[in-house]
């Protein structure tokens, strides 16, 4: 894919996530997570199989990564999702990047500048203000789902850092394809009352099409394309607007409004991942 404007690709990637905190909302309002992600991993792998070809060699790792990311990352995300509201889930997500410099540090794979770590931990402070002044014991428990959620998807970055020769859609494929059936045993489990026909609701579908079409192939493509091009610096300050997308339409479609001290407790957190970013990006240079 050849992007010949960065600025507006990487902005359309980041304004499709932001919205993509909301689609799963709406669709975690009627289905549980287990069958969400069933039926997401289901449409994906689906749509990917044309990708599905990895050399031999791979096939082991992928299979790890497909789990740590399909079932740790996205399930438990998705989990975590039903109890925490959009604006607090999308400050949590941003969170991703610095979990992952302070778990390659903690590996020996990174060092992280004292600069770097006073971002980090602003940033945790930031997030630590809403939740534990004035959050319920269902958005704590929410807030931990997805935090467990983010450092499996930090872990799986180091582990796609090993891999060699696998193209961004197969490997979409394969985390499709093993965490299905394994989210759909999940749900059988619960003894659903409903079978999964019934559950299809419009709201339902539009959910997983636009989760699946959207964040997972769409963007992901347009965002890869752009940093394999131009590189990250270009365009990393761009993701500090997927809050703002998720709060517009967090509004508009879920009649979600911001606190003050979520506003503040975001500040804060954005304020301290952008010092991370800033200062990662004065020792690149």
């Known amino acids: 894919m050849l992007i010949r404007y960065p600025l507006i690709a990487a902005l359309m990637a980041v304004a499709i996530w932001g919205v993509n905190v909301v689609a799963i909302k709406v669709g975690?309002?009627?289905?549980?997570?287990?069958?969400?992600?069933?039926?997401?991993?289901?449409?994906?792998?689906?749509?990917?199989?044309?990708f599905a070809c990895i050399p031999k060699s791979q096939i082991k790792p992928v299979i790890w990564i497909a789990i740590v990311?399909?079932?740790?990352?996205?399930?438990?995300?998705?989990?975590?999702?039903?109890?925490?509201?959009?604006?607090?889930?999308?400050?949590?997500?941003?969170?991703?990047?610095?979990?992952?410099?302070?778990?390659?540090?903690?590996?020996?794979?990174?060092?992280?500048?004292?600069?770097?770590?006073?971002?980090?931990?602003i940033a945790f402070s930031g997030i630590s203000i809403p939740l534990f002044l004035s959050g319920t014991s269902d958005l704590k428990m929410g807030a931990l789902?997805?935090?467990?959620?983010?450092?499996?998807?930090?872990?799986?970055?180091?582990?796609?850092?090993r891999l060699e020769q696998v193209p961004l859609l197969a490997l979409q494929f394969w985390i499709g394809v093993i965490s299905a059936p394994i989210c759909f045993v999940g749900?059988?489990?619960?003894?659903?009352?409903?079978t999964i026909f019934e559950q299809l609701s419009i709201p339902v579908i539009t959910s997983v099409v636009y989760t699946v079409l959207g964040s997972s192939i769409l963007a992901y493509s347009l965002w890869y394309a752009t940093v394999n091009q131009y590189g990250i610096n270009r365009v990393v300050s761009i993701t500090f607007l997927q809050p703002l997308f998720t709060m517009i339409?967090?509004?508009?479609?879920?009649?979600?409004?911001?606190?003050?001290?979520?506003?503040?407790?975001?500040?804060?957190?954005?304020?301290?991942?952008?010092?991370?970013y800033f200062n990662r990006r004065a020792n690149v240079s």
């Open 28 to 50: 975690l309002a009627e289905i549980p997570p287990s069958l969400f992600n069933a039926l997401r991993f289901g449409l994906l792998s689906l749509l990917l199989i044309p």
């Open 69 to 121: 990311m399909g079932i740790g990352h996205f399930y438990l995300l998705s989990v975590g999702m039903q109890y925490a509201d959009s604006n607090t889930s999308v400050i949590l997500v941003m969170l991703g990047a610095p979990i992952s410099s302070v778990l390659s540090y903690v590996l020996g794979m990174e060092r992280i500048s004292r600069l770097q770590a006073l971002g980090v931990a």
């Open 145 to 161: 789902f997805i935090l467990i959620s983010m450092t499996c998807w930090a872990v799986t970055n180091i582990l796609v850092r």
């Open 187 to 194: 749900y059988q489990l619960t003894t659903p009352e409903l």
């Open 249 to 276: 339409f967090a509004y508009l479609i879920l009649g979600e409004v911001i606190s003050t001290l979520q506003l503040i407790g975001g500040a804060i957190t954005l304020m301290g991942i952008y010092l991370y």
